[in-house]
């Protein structure tokens, strides 16, 4: 059973940076499409990057250019490095991991199969 553990939320101030991690284990990362979703207090649940099994990255318009989705297979590992982060970043981010044709991933929270409990990202103003 693949299983999804985030890391590297915390508190930051208006500007500044934070690196997620999102680690897997029970399966290897290499064949599936990998998200990055958050979720503010009231609001759905919104993808911010995702990238497909071979590599290709998208991301949420607001953010992009300010973040970075990165792997790194042999730790099976992924990252979501933010910078100039803004108090409208502050949310629960997740990981999320489905097994999809090469080309797929969606910014959309479904039909992402596992699920990460989430890291807690706080901008102060």
């Known amino acids: 059973q693949l299983q999804l553990v985030e890391s590297g939320g915390g508190l930051v101030q208006s500007g500044g940076s934070l690196r997620l991690s999102c680690v897997a284990s029970g399966s290897t990362l290499e064949n599936y499409a990998i998200g990055w979703f958050r979720q503010a207090p009231g609001k759905e649940r919104e993808g911010v990057s995702c990238?497909?099994?071979?590599?290709?990255?998208d991301y949420l318009g607001s953010v992009q250019g300010r973040f970075t989705f990165t792997r790194d297979n042999a730790k099976n590992t992924v990252y979501l490095q933010m910078d100039s982060l803004k108090p409208e970043d502050t949310a629960v981010y997740y990981c999320?991991?489905?097994?999809?044709?090469?080309?797929?991933?969606?910014?959309?929270?479904?039909?992402?199969?596992?699920w990460g409990q989430g890291t807690l990202v706080t901008v102060s103003a």
């Open positions: 990238m497909t099994s071979d590599g290709l990255i």
């Open positions: 999320a991991v489905e097994s999809a044709p090469t080309g797929w991933c969606k910014l959309r929270p479904s039909p992402w199969r596992y």
